[in-house]
């Protein structure tokens, strides 16, 4: 099979068999415990010794979660393994595989399925996360990328969403906002903008290091990811660990070409900050006696800043302080229902 | 969220969260080793000691792998995880956990909604496989289904398609052609017709107990599954092991239904058994020496035939002989390309 001379030819025009074969020139050698990878009727792997694993799965569907005329082909196969990496980010495991499943319109290009692969590829290679199968289906309609994700954690280093405690200080990484606004100043096809929050939308950098830290040093007593913003985080950490949270709008760190495309547009940065999805930062909880481990790990995860946004409180509900007055959580952000 | 009182309404009217609780309530209690499931933004799982992990996905789409207007919710549910069992059986793995990623259309019935998940997780119940994750997402288009499966395997025990020798027999599990035939009487809405070879279409039993045994009794040499078809398999195990296939014609186990189908509608019964799809059978081959396990695993399976149908050759090529003649073997079903 010749991986080449397809220009111009469609998925259909190269077959299933040929697509897989695109995929396998592409994927680096396997390492040693993945005893078998692509090729058979499944992938045996060798599971990780003294570790647990974190298995996670989400999936990008075309006119749902990425529109194909402003999101190019390498962005999409970025995105699919990023959002399942910010998963695994958020639970402070260390991602080692993947699998890919791909269903796909018979009039997409060759050339869009190479660069597909080659995205979700180049930010596996980051990681060092192994390809280790999937499958490759026509779709009579949407682009649908689905990647399932394991990761591994030792023992007691898992992070969940359940472990908030009264005292605790919220802090969140990175900045908000650019999602949404990347996302809008994507569709709105203007040259100019900020190029940061644009890529930030099409290329999101899922914190795998930070995650991974916050785990291994217990520095977090809760974490999750913003896939679907941070009014939606605050909710899962508040109800899941049985706690409130009292939260202050004038620190979050909102991403400043995010926040010149909001006012510029006449909206409220603070409030598309807080309901914008697409953040793939982390929103983690540290107990008062463990700042000493946040101040160590901002040291180690270098330029990412670690912004503290609030307080858990014993009281339940979340309340959004904002110039000395309190404001309802706008809803989060939701793919189905929205 | 109350699961219930939900007449007459949609996956929209639902909502994400609620149809995530619709499936929790109807999920087992976790096992031990399943650390954290269903809720978090990943699954926790306590890796199987001294055995490999067997790992496979895939994905069913309505309009190419099945068609509502005749497969019942129930059955897409039984399928998509029916089919990742029979890749798991083709390697020796006995199953443990799966995900499920679920893109769904807004209008579809949340009534067909729970048919699914409880036609899937009957057979995962039933297979002792624990739901592990998952995630749920709209369709703008056809409903889509994508699961991912992870069995375990004793090291060595492992079976693959590259291990068939000169000599050794040739076999598979059950009978050919009730796929193909049961879908045509499915589509062909008429009420007669064979009930045995629908059923084997809409819910096929993987061979789960037979795989496993013939890993751990290491009485195959090679093994796939015949999700693709006859002509797919042999053609799999051919290429991987580097050998040549003499098949015997006469000797392949129809489906009775099956056969009456096709020679009512003036077909070929040995062709259309050979080509068709959707027999989630084991083809495996077994060294010349080891015919006294295939006779111990026979009696461990019960009621299933086992029927020898070839040998292996050093020569390349497949033959397939009819009635002292050698025939062209059919092109395999093909998913995508078809």
Redo the contacts between chains.
């Keep these: 099979v010749s991986a080449g001379n397809t220009a111009g030819s469609t998925v ?1 025009d190269v ?2 068999r040929g ?1 897989i074969e695109r995929i396998r020139v592409r994927v680096p050698p396997a390492p040693g415990w993945l ?2 990878g692509i ?10 010794r003294n ?9 990008a ?5 990425f529109d194909c005329r402003f999101v190019p082909p390498d962005a999409i196969g970025h995105r699919a393994l990023a959002v399942n990496l910010s ?2 980010a ?2 402070g ?1 260390t991602p080692r ?1 993947a ?1 890919l ?1 791909l ?2 319109p018979p009039s997409l290009e060759a050339a869009a399925f190479d660069a597909l692969v080659e995205g979700l590829l180049a930010l596996a290679r980051a990681h060092g996360v192994a390809l ?11 682009l ?1 990328v ?1 990647v ?1 994700a394991i ?1 591994t ?1 030792r023992p007691r280093k ?1 992070l ?3 472990g908030a405690r009264p005292g605790d200080l919220v802090v969140v990484s990175g900045a908000l906002g650019a999602g949404r606004a990347g996302l809008e100043m994507c569709a709105a096809a203007e040259s100019g903008g900020d190029s940061g929050a644009r890529s930030r939308y099409l290329r999101p950098e899922p914190r795998v290091r930070l995650g991974v830290l916050l785990g291994r040093t217990r520095a977090a007593t809760a974490c ?2 913003l896939s679907d913003g941070l009014a939606d985080g605050l909710r899962q950490i508040s109800q ?1 660990s049985g706690m409130g949270l009292q939260v202050d709008a004038d620190a979050l760190p909102i991403d400043e070409g995010a926040r010149a495309w909001f006012e510029a547009h006449g909206r409220d940065p603070v409030r598309e900050a807080v309901a914008g999805g697409d953040d793939y930062e982390l929103l983690f909880t540290v107990g008062a006696k463990l700042q000493g481990r946040l101040r160590h790990v901002a040291r180690l995860v270098g330029g990412l800043p670690l912004t503290p946004i609030g307080v858990v409180t014993r009281e339940s509900g979340i309340l959004l302080r904002r110039g000395g007055r309190d404001e309802e959580l706008p809803p989060g952000f ?4 929205g």
């Design positions: 259909a077959g299933e697509l005893r078998i090729g058979d009727d499944a992938a045996v792997v060798e599971p990780p570790h647990l694993e974190v298995i996670t799965t989400d999936c569907v075309e006119g749902v979660h998963d695994l958020a639970m495991a595989l699998t499943s269903v796909l280790a199968g999937g499958n490759i289906s026509r779709s009579p309609g949407p649908v689905d399932m990761g954690a898992v969940t969403r359940g999750m990811d899941a939701a793919h189905f229902d």
